[in-house]
C-alpha cells in the first residue's frame, strides 16, 4: 500500500509543472539547447540503467567459476539457485552449521541442504552431516549440493535415508533452468 495519496501525489506534481513552465517561458530562448541537455540526461540514466542490468546478470556466478570459490561464497550461490528454482524462505546458517548450510521451503516441505565445494569426490561424511543435523533445525528432508561427485558409499547412504543428491551436472541443469525447476 502506497504511503501517499493520488491527491498528495498532484499537489506536489502541480507547483513543478508551474516552476518548469515558468523556466521555459523566461528562457524560451534556450529552450531547444535545455531540450537537447534533458535528453541527454535521460539518455544518459537509461544507459545506466542497461548497463547495471548487464552487470548485475554477469556477477551471477557461472559454473565454471565455482571451482574458484569459497565456501561460504558456494553456499550463497547455492542459496540463489534454490531462489530462481522456486524455493521459498531461502536462508544460510550460522557459522557451525551442524551439518545443514541452508534452509529452504517449497512444496510444503522444509529442507536441510549441505553445500559441498569440493575438489574431489564427496564422501558419505556429507551425506551424515545433512540427515543428523536435519531435526536440529525442523527439517522434513535433506539435499546435499556439490560442485563434485559423490562416492558410491555416498550414493547408497543417501538412499537409504531418503536424501537427494545433486551433482556438478545437477548443479549445471539448476543453473541453466533458472525459473522451471530442476529438481523436485
Given at each position: 500500500?502506497?504511503?501517499?495519496?493520488?491527491?498528495?501525489?498532484?499537489?506536489?506534481?502541480?507547483p513543478?509543472?508551474?516552476?518548469?513552465?515558468?523556466?521555459?517561458?523566461?528562457h524560451?530562448?534556450?529552450?531547444?539547447?535545455?531540450?537537447?541537455?534533458?535528453?541527454?540526461?535521460?539518455?544518459?540514466?537509461?544507459?545506466l540503467?542497461?548497463?547495471?542490468?548487464?552487470?548485475?546478470?554477469?556477477?551471477?556466478?557461472?559454473?565454471?567459476?565455482?571451482?574458484?570459490?569459497?565456501?561460504?561464497?558456494?553456499?550463497?550461490?547455492?542459496?540463489?539457485?534454490?531462489?530462481?528454482?522456486g524455493?521459498?524462505?531461502?536462508?544460510?546458517?550460522?557459522?557451525?552449521?551442524?551439518?545443514?548450510?541452508?534452509?529452504?521451503e517449497?512444496?510444503?516441505v522444509?529442507?536441510?541442504?549441505?553445500?559441498?565445494?569440493?575438489?574431489?569426490?564427496?564422501?558419505a561424511e556429507?551425506?551424515?552431516?545433512?540427515i543428523?543435523?536435519?531435526?536440529?533445525?525442523?527439517?522434513?528432508?535433506a539435499?546435499?549440493?556439490?560442485?563434485?561427485?559423490?562416492?558410491?558409499?555416498?550414493?547408497r547412504?543417501?538412499?537409504?535415508?531418503?536424501?537427494?543428491?545433486v551433482?556438478?551436472?545437477g548443479?549445471?541443469?539448476?543453473?541453466?533452468?533458472?525459473?522451471?525447476?530442476?529438481?523436485?
Amino acid at each position: 500500500m502506497s504511503r501517499h495519496s493520488r491527491s498528495q501525489s498532484n499537489d506536489v506534481l502541480f507547483p513543478i509543472v508551474i516552476i518548469v513552465g515558468a523556466a521555459a517561458w523566461t528562457h524560451r530562448a534556450q529552450l531547444v539547447h535545455i531540450a537537447y541537455i534533458a535528453l541527454g540526461v535521460l539518455g544518459c540514466l537509461l544507459l545506466l540503467r542497461l548497463c547495471w542490468k548487464f552487470v548485475v546478470n554477469r556477477h551471477f556466478a557461472r559454473p565454471h567459476d565455482i571451482d574458484s570459490m569459497d565456501g561460504l561464497d558456494f553456499e550463497r550461490y547455492v542459496a540463489e539457485l534454490l531462489r530462481k528454482n522456486g524455493f521459498r524462505n531461502v536462508s544460510l546458517t550460522e557459522k557451525y552449521d551442524f551439518g545443514v548450510d541452508i534452509i529452504a521451503e517449497k512444496g510444503g516441505v522444509r529442507w536441510g541442504i549441505q553445500a559441498k565445494r569440493y575438489p574431489g569426490l564427496v564422501k558419505a561424511e556429507a551425506i551424515r552431516q545433512v540427515i543428523t543435523g536435519l531435526r536440529l533445525y525442523g527439517c522434513d528432508q535433506a539435499m546435499v549440493i556439490t560442485n563434485s561427485t559423490y562416492s558410491a558409499v555416498a550414493q547408497r547412504l543417501a538412499a537409504g535415508n531418503d536424501c537427494v543428491l545433486v551433482d556438478r551436472a545437477g548443479l549445471k541443469r539448476l543453473n541453466n533452468t533458472s525459473g522451471r525447476s530442476a529438481i523436485l
